[in-house]
């Protein structure tokens, strides 16, 4: 689909019912090649979507001179390894802060971690255990990223007519990145503001993002400076109004802790256990498999951990045994 002259959005497939494809988008320049900003999944039936996409406007994968992702989740880098081997002269971009961060992740056994973590949490063995396994992320293509640029707030890429500037937008992940277009007052915005949904903001098993919800929250009160016309997202569709979608997060995500925190009375919580009391839009807690019931856990312990930054509440740290909070 065409956006405006040279700016064009395709649909890959997501293997998620909820998100059922990821958005990527293409601008072209006569003198500066291709540039791509984020891949989809890994698949070959996204990638063979990508390569049709690219055929239908008379391109194909080594007419990509630049590759810019906005964070490392598989859905948005996972056609780099394949892009690679059909067109090994392309540039990658990225943020400085998340190749760091996803470069300290590599090999790792992430799925006992997180159990582990999720156990610390307050979720039984037991649960862990019975919890229906989401098998196929498991099998996702992690690739070898080697980007040729790190970026970081601020720097600016000017390719043609395009006038780039990368903004620095932690929360959903350390080293998120939204991309403002100046000339047309485009904002890529990746997973960082979607249209409808509220992006998952979840702290990191290794205790080193704990502040992710107050990062996102300072992340989207940044976007309100911004003068944009239309808003490009990963997932759901474009829309225009900026400045009132950030409004709603930032009411949703204070609704949100105000429900957290009433479920606190005299005595200590698990995120676990707070996060079967809370609502949820995808259903009840129980019925979650195991990756959503950590998804849900994470963005649990992200809301709790903002309270204790707000004085709300008090963190009861347990080293290897069980984390709770309780009122301040």
């Known amino acids: 689909m065409q956006i405006i002259d040279d700016l064009h959005q395709f649909k890959t497939s997501m293997i998620r019912p909820q998100l059922p ?3 990527s988008y293409l601008f072209e320049d006569q003198k500066e090649g291709l540039t791509l900003f984020d891949t989809g999944f890994g698949t070959d039936q996204a990638y063979n979507e990508l390569k049709i996409s690219l055929q ?5 994968i080594s007419d990509l001179s630049r590759v810019i992702i906005s964070h490392a989740h598989p859905d948005h880098i996972g056609m780099v390894g394949k892009i690679r081997q059909d067109n090994s002269d392309f540039k990658l971009i990225m943020s400085k802060d998340e190749y760091e961060w996803i470069n300290s992740r590599k090999d790792r056994d992430w ?3 997180g159990n582990n973590w999720m156990e610390q949490h307050g979720l039984s063995i037991e649960e862990i255990n019975a919890s229906k396994e989401d098998s196929i992320w498991k099998n996702i293509e992690w690739p070898d990223l080697s980007p040729d640029l790190l970026v970081v707030d601020g720097d600016e890429l000017l390719i043609g007519k395009w006038s780039f500037q990368f903004i620095s937008t932690p929360g959903h992940t350390k080293g998120h990145i939204c991309l403002y277009e100046k000339n047309y007052k485009l904002m890529l915005t990746g997973d960082h503001v979607l249209p409808h949904i509220s992006p998952n903001v ?8 704990l502040n992710a ?3 996102y929250i300072n992340s989207l009160k940044k976007m309100l400076s911004f003068d944009t016309d239309i808003v490009l997202p990963a997932h759901e569709y474009a829309f225009t109004d900026l400045q009132e979608r950030v409004n709603e997060l930032l009411l949703h995500h204070k609704n949100r802790l105000s429900e957290h925190l009433a479920i606190f009375n005299d005595g200590s919580l698990t995120a676990a256990e707070v996060a079967k009391k809370i609502s949820w839009n995808t ?3 129980d019925d979650f498999n195991l990756m959503m019931k950590r998804s849900a856990i994470g963005e649990t312990v992200a809301h709790l951990e903002y309270l204790v930054t707000d004085n709300a509440l008090v963190k009861i740290n347990g080293g290897h045994k069980e984390v709770n909070w309780q009122l301040a």
Do not use: E, P, R
């Not at 239908?56 to 194909?60: E, P, V």
């Not at 979840?202 to 993002?209: E, I, R, Y």
């Open 202 to 209: 979840s702290v990191d098993f290794q205790g080193k993002h």
């Open 283 to 285: 259903g009840s807690f």
């Open 56 to 60: 239908k406007l008379g391109y194909q």
């Open 213 to 215: 919800l107050v990062n």
């Open 111 to 113: 799925q006992k971690i």
């Open 21 to 23: 494809y990821v958005m």
